[in-house]
């Protein structure tokens, strides 16, 4: 199976959701004019990402957001980034995925950073699966950020053998910039390719762009095909999008090279991850 798929590293305005709706319209549009099948956009990608006490005048519940993307959902799946109110009474940071008019996943982070500049855990819960689902274009699975910086996750959805991952995040400018690079990026940039490459699986990475509270966001965002190689690269600090066209042939080519996926024995792997808690 081919597919086309958009990554759209976009600035949204901070805490201004009607805003932030009419441009993911607008990049939904264009991707749509580009035959795109599937357009993916960073993490809190209708709200902004320092929103602190304004958490809580942004949260959505899931109908709301299948209600704003019904229509558009119908002519290409969208992945887009949100401030959830759950069930619970609790706000999480969560992404969701579209397609036909419906909502078919939600991911909510695991794992919320605060540190340094970070404050997540003290506005958000933590989500609590790590679960994989079924698309038109084969099996996936989400991962936000923090997430994906823990390898225990990724290695989740190898052990489910998912065909893509979708990495979004909001990744602040840290480690030096020159003309060229940004410290963070060269981490980054080589760890999802050391993951797509080890995993055998497509990886998009969808990271935002601007400025909030004086803190500029990355971009740099990127698709890995199974082997580990870039085959859709986009600048830093501007606000753009790309569209690629997926070979879904590749992951049994890499897969039939290096038969890791077939000689993995998850039931060892399972029990020996049981034994941590008696060590």
């Known amino acids: 199976m081919n597919f086309r798929v958009t990554l759209a590293q976009i600035n ?11 441009k993911h319209e607008l990049f939904i549009k264009n991707a749509i004019d580009e035959e795109s099948d599937l357009i993916i956009f960073p993490e809190l990608s209708l709200t902004g990402y320092y929103l602190e006490d304004g ?12 209600n704003i993307f019904s229509d558009l959902s119908k002519k290409i799946d969208i992945v887009v980034g949100f401030v959830e109110r759950g069930e619970d009474k609790n706000f999480y940071i969560s992404q969701a995925y579209l397609s036909y008019g419906k909502i078919i996943h939600v991911h909510r982070k695991i794992y919320p950073p605060t540190h340094g500049m970070f404050e997540d855990l003290k506005f958000f819960g933590r989500g609590r699966k790590v679960k994989s689902f079924n698309t038109r274009f084969g099996k996936a699975g989400i991962l936000i950020c923090r997430d994906f910086f ?5 290695l989740i959805y190898y052990l489910k053998n998912v065909d893509f991952m979708i990495f979004v995040s909001a ?21 999802i390719s050391s993951y797509a490459s080890r995993f ?12 909030e509270e004086g803190i500029g966001f990355m971009g740099g965002s990127s698709i890995k095909d199974p082997y580990g190689t870039t085959i859709l690269s986009l600048p830093l600090l501007e606000e753009t999008m790309g569209t690629k066209e997926i070979k879904t042939s590749l992951i049994e080519e890499a897969r039939f090279k290096l038969p890791l996926r077939r000689e993995e024995d998850v039931d060892l792997i399972v029990s020996n991850i049981e034994e941590i808690h008696d060590d």
Do not use: C, W
Request: zero cysteines; glycine letters at 8%.
């Open 12 to 22: 949204p305005n901070l805490g201004r959701i009607d805003e932030n709706i009419k």
């Open 55 to 66: 958490t809580f005048d942004v949260a959505m519940d899931r109908n709301e957001i299948e």
């Open 150 to 154: 823990h390898p225990s996750l990724p």
């Open 171 to 191: 990744i602040p400018v840290r480690g030096g910039y020159n003309e060229k690079d940004v410290g963070i990026f060269k981490t980054t940039d080589s760890l």
């Open 200 to 211: 055998q699986s497509f990886i998009f990475f969808v990271n935002r762009v601007g400025f």
